[in-house]
């Protein structure tokens, strides 16, 4: 059986704002931008979107962390 790997609406933006703020690539970002590069419908912009953000750790502009994500919980 096929599993089929799907990326949340907005989560390709999200990864890409959040990247260029904090300068890292988290673990959950990862999954993120395999899901978008599965997506077989994937449109040029987000292909493009994808691309600057590799180019980006390419560079070393953006470090790849082991961090699950940047999420804070305040209670």
């Known amino acids: 059986m096929k599993s089929k790997v799907q990326l949340i609406p907005g989560a390709l933006s999200e990864i890409l704002v959040s990247t260029s703020d904090t300068k890292e690539l988290t673990v959950a970002d990862r999954y993120g931008l395999m899901a978008a590069i599965l997506d077989e419908f994937l449109g040029e912009e987000e292909q493009r979107a994808i ?12 470090k790849i962390v082991d961090r699950l994500s940047r999420t804070v919980f305040f209670v």
């Open 51 to 62: 691309n600057r953000i590799l180019r980006s750790v390419l560079r070393g502009r953006v």
